[in-house]
């Protein structure tokens, strides 16, 4: 069984910036593409950003320029860096690996 466990949410000013991290429990990290989701209460979860085995990337519009996504595959650790937060960003942000996700953490952007 994998775990994700994301971590690094919290309540932050518009304008400021987090970073999430999420931990998976798999040696063969490496061997998938890994994304970040964000959802918000009665929306479907929504593409963020995703990072191939090759490290190449993609990003919504709306956090282009703002965001980045990035892996350590010796920590089997995913990260994105969020800068420039908006209210709008705010939302439960979701890692996934394969079929699996994690439960998510909770980023709220407010003043």
């Known amino acids: 069984q994998v775990q994700l466990v994301e971590s690094g949410g919290g309540l932050v000013q518009p304008g400021g910036s987090l970073r999430l991290s999420c931990a998976a429990s798999v040696s063969i990290f490496s061997l998938n593409a890994m994304a970040w989701y964000h959802q918000t209460p009665g929306k479907p979860r929504e593409l963020v950003a995703q990072?191939?085995?090759?490290?190449?990337?993609y990003y919504a519009d709306s956090v282009k320029g703002r965001f980045t996504i990035s892996r350590d595959n010796a920590k089997n650790t995913l990260y994105l860096q969020m800068n420039s937060l908006k209210p709008e960003d705010t939302a439960v942000y979701l890692c996934?690996?394969?079929?699996?996700w994690g439960q998510g953490t909770q980023v709220t952007v407010s003043s």
């Open positions: 996934t690996w394969a079929i699996y």
């Open positions: 990072i191939s085995t090759g490290d190449s990337t």
